[in-house]
Nanobody
């Protein structure tokens, strides 16, 4: 059974940093995409960042401020710098197997098979 467990959320002020981590247990291998989505009250689930092993793909709203990294086959982190009030949301880790070699990081939630419970990030101005 696959489980994704997030940690590192909290309440910060605008301009501060936070680092989220997600540890996956079960059948998560190096060929899996790992990503982060977020959902704020009244808004739909939004892609934040995703990675296979190197590089990473980002939503325009977080480019230059957030960095995703894969620390092991089953661990992904999200370094969030210069946080803004509009970054406040529940952040959720997601995983999915890569279906084809060379495939780009998917940005739609439908692609991802496995999800964490989510963790709250609050940013005050």
């Amino acid at each position: 059974q696959v489980q994704l467990i997030e940690s590192g959320g909290g309440s910060v002020q605008a301009g501060d940093s936070l680092r989220l981590s997600c540890v996956c247990s079960g059948r998560i291998w190096g060929s899996y995409f790992l990503g982060w989505f977020r959902e704020a009250p009244g808004k739909g689930r939004e892609f934040v960042a995703g990675i296979i092993w190197t590089g990473g793909k980002y939503a325009d709203s977080v480019k230059g401020r957030f960095t995703i990294s894969r620390d092991a086959d089953n661990i992904v982190s999200l370094q969030m710098n210069n946080l803004r009030p509009e970054d406040a949301a529940v952040y959720t880790c997601a995983a999915a197997p890569r279906r084809a070699i060379g495939m780009d990081v998917p940005t739609t939630a439908d692609y991802y098979n496995y999800w964490g419970q989510g963790i709250q990030v609050t940013v005050s101005s």
